[in-house]
């Protein structure tokens, strides 16, 4: 198959999305499928800071079709593009007449611009991932009756998550398929080895996100006091980068500044060696999270997890299980069941094993050939 996935944002922007695709779009080759890519020319963000230099393969970008640029604003507790240009309705057109896909796969929203300046140029079976979860969207409601056109002309429906499906469901009715997002298990894994300049201390804490209100850093911050009260040697490794990174420094008291460190946002090839250091992986986000990649990166690392009881994260995480659930912004349960798995290794070992075991049902390989077969149906029906 011939197939072009398309969204608004793509490497070296730093997200769930971007990380999705380049890995779905690998697993497809694999199948010997042509995968090309349509996004938007994304820059280095002086004002938000959420790129990533360290694209995981420089090489991918021959399969890259860059339109427009990204206008980058506040949306959702997190950021979105929207991408303009004078020209990017011609060049979007160009290269649908010039490539015969057989597949044409949207990722993210059904929103303005590059979704549905796709559909209205398409000739191909169009596909679309939902990768978002919120409770209410007034873009759905005030633009339902434009955008519903667009959605017809969608022959598939995918959500990453039953929390994805419900968000969008309610404003567009269809028959929705839900596959997950995936993890790459062999590079994932306990196996890799990790910083052993950490070793020291005791227990090694890591967050993974982009600076964001969403993400939840704040609560996590301010739950180390009562850490630390129980283990004064502790370490919390902080990778990520963002508009809102030096203000989290407030919420630093002067007793747990030398346990904590920025490590800003990594080699990508270094991430796994981050899971693996960490005794414990945290996921505070205070919601709008539709599944939680790095939830599956930590599990398929062989970490247990302290996650925020949220829609997205209860797919993933069974509380108890793999890690604990906790209350949203409840700073004080944080702690309590970080201490908690610190004290009792044994049980964070269980819970880790028991979430590389869940992780390996999430393997790339697996998700392409869902999504492969999904495209099969797609073609062979009317």
Same mark, same amino acid.
């Given at each position: 198959?011939?197939?072009?996935?398309?969204?608004?944002?793509?490497?070296?922007?730093?997200?769930?999305?971007?990380?999705?695709?380049?890995?779905?779009?690998?697993?497809?080759?694999?199948?010997?499928?042509?995968?090309?890519?349509?996004?938007?020319?994304?820059?280095?963000?002086?004002?938000?800071?959420?790129?990533?230099?360290?694209?995981?393969?420089?090489?991918?970008?021959?399969?890259?079709?860059?339109?427009?640029?990204?206008?980058?604003?506040?949306?959702?507790?997190?950021?979105?593009?929207?991408?303009?240009?004078?020209?990017?309705?011609?060049?979007?057109?160009?290269?649908?007449?010039?490539?015969?896909?057989d597949i044409i796969h949207i990722h993210g929203s059904l929103a303005p611009v590059l979704p549905l300046y796709i559909l209205k140029f398409s000739k191909s079976k169009n596909v679309i991932t939902?990768?978002?979860?919120?409770?209410?969207?007034?873009?759905?409601?005030?633009?339902?009756?434009?955008?519903?056109?667009?959605?017809?002309?969608?022959?598939?429906?995918?959500?990453?998550?039953?929390?994805?499906?419900?968000?969008?469901?309610?404003?567009?009715?269809?028959? *929705? /398929?839900?596959?997950?997002?995936? @993890?790459?298990? !062999?590079?994932?894994?306990?196996?890799?080895? %990790? #910083? &052993?300049?950490?070793?020291?201390?005791?227990?090694?804490?890591?967050?993974?996100?982009?600076?964001?209100?969403?993400?939840?850093?704040?609560?996590?911050?301010?739950?180390?006091?009562?850490?630390?009260?129980?283990?004064?040697?502790?370490?919390?490794?902080?990778?990520?980068?963002?508009?809102?990174?030096?203000?989290? *420094? /407030?919420?630093?008291?002067?007793? @747990?500044?030398? !346990?904590?460190?920025?490590?800003?946002?990594? %080699? #990508? &090839?270094?991430?796994?060696?981050?899971?693996?250091?960490?005794n414990i992986f945290i996921a505070p986000s205070i919601g709008a999270e539709s599944f939680g990649i790095i939830l599956l990166e930590a599990m398929a690392c062989g970490r247990p997890i302290v996650?925020?009881?949220?829609?997205?994260?209860?797919?993933?995480?069974?509380?108890?299980?793999?890690?604990?659930?906790?209350?949203?912004?409840?700073?004080?349960?944080?702690?309590?069941?970080?201490?908690?798995?610190?004290?009792?290794?044994?049980?964070?070992?269980?819970?880790?094993?028991?979430?590389?075991?869940?992780?390996?049902?999430?393997?790339?390989?697996?998700?392409?050939?869902?999504?492969?077969?999904?495209?099969?149906?797609?073609?062979?029906?009317?």
């Amino acid at each position: 198959m011939r197939i072009l996935m398309v969204s608004d944002v793509y490497f070296p922007y730093i997200g769930g999305i971007p990380v999705h695709i380049y890995n779905l779009a690998q697993e497809l080759r694999k199948r010997n499928h042509i995968v090309k890519i349509l996004t938007t020319r994304f820059s280095v963000n002086r004002l938000f800071k959420i790129t990533n230099p360290l694209y995981p393969e420089k090489d991918d970008e021959k399969n890259v079709y860059r339109v427009g640029k990204a206008l980058v604003f506040r949306a959702n507790k997190s950021f979105a593009s929207f991408p303009f240009g004078w020209r990017l309705g011609k060049q979007v057109k160009k290269i649908v007449e010039e490539n015969n896909f057989d597949i044409i796969h949207i990722h993210g929203s059904l929103a303005p611009v590059l979704p549905l300046y796709i559909l209205k140029f398409s000739k191909s079976k169009n596909v679309i991932t939902l990768h978002s979860y919120f409770k209410n969207s007034l873009g759905y409601i005030f633009f339902r009756p434009f955008l519903y056109p667009f959605f017809k002309k969608l022959h598939g429906i995918i959500a990453v998550s039953n929390a994805a499906k419900i968000a969008t469901e309610k404003y567009f009715p269809g028959r *929705y /398929e839900i596959i997950p997002n995936g @993890v790459n298990i !062999n590079f994932f894994t306990p196996e890799v080895r %990790p #910083f &052993e300049k950490y070793f020291n201390y005791y227990p090694r804490l890591l967050f993974v996100g982009r600076f964001e209100p969403r993400k939840g850093l704040k609560y996590l911050l301010q739950a180390l006091p009562l850490i630390k009260k129980e283990f004064p040697n502790f370490l919390l490794l902080i990778i990520g980068k963002g508009v809102l990174g030096y203000s989290y *420094y /407030e919420y630093l008291s002067s007793e @747990v500044k030398k !346990n904590v460190v920025f490590c800003g946002a990594v %080699p #990508f &090839e270094d991430l796994p060696r981050y899971y693996t250091t960490c005794n414990i992986f945290i996921a505070p986000s205070i919601g709008a999270e539709s599944f939680g990649i790095i939830l599956l990166e930590a599990m398929a690392c062989g970490r247990p997890i302290v996650a925020s009881n949220i829609p997205g994260y209860r797919e993933i995480v069974e509380n108890g299980k793999e890690g604990f659930l906790v209350s949203p912004c409840d700073f004080k349960e944080i702690a309590e069941k970080v201490i908690k798995l610190a004290k009792d290794p044994s049980m964070a070992k269980k819970m880790g094993e028991r979430g590389r075991e869940k992780a390996l049902n999430y393997s790339w390989e697996k998700i392409g050939i869902r999504v492969e077969n999904f495209y099969y149906k797609i073609l062979a029906s009317p």
